[in-house]
Nanobody, 120 residues
Framework: QVQLVESGGGLVQAGGSLRLSCAAS????????MGWYRQVPGKQRELVAI???????NYADPVKGRFTISRDNAKNTVYLQMNSLKPEDTAVYYC??????????????WGQGTQVTVSS
């Protein structure tokens, strides 16, 4: 099992910044991509950004140029720097990793979610 602990959410005014962190622990051997998703009530969870073990990144169109995903493999931690926040960025943000080990996988793991609220 992989445990994911998120931090850094909160309330911010439009135009402000927040930095989310997600630390992985447990059976971390074999973790591949790490990413962030978000969800608002009544809508499907959507990809925000993802980073591979080799550092290749991909972003959803609404956040391109404003959000930056990074990871520290030594700390097994993924970050999401969110700048120029907009009210429509308000959501619960979830950390996600996929793991392949001993021929099994990829298996997806999710964090508990952290609330981000952007006021206008």
């Amino acid at each position: 099992q992989v445990q994911l602990v998120e931090s850094g959410g909160g309330l911010v005014q439009a135009g402000g910044s927040l930095r989310l962190s997600c630390a992985a622990s447990g059976r971390i051997l074999g973790i591949n991509a790490m990413g962030w998703y978000r969800q608002v009530p009544g809508k499907q969870r959507e990809l925000v950004a993802i980073i591979t073990s080799g550092g290749v990144t991909n972003y959803a169109d609404p956040v391109k140029g404003r959000f930056t995903i990074s990871r520290d493999n030594a700390k097994n931690t993924v970050y999401l720097q969110m700048n120029s926040l907009k009210p429509e960025d308000t959501a619960v943000y979830y950390c996600n990793v996929d793991r392949t080990a001993y021929g099994v996988g990829p298996v997806l793991y999710w964090g508990q979610g952290t609330q981000v609220t952007v006021s206008s």
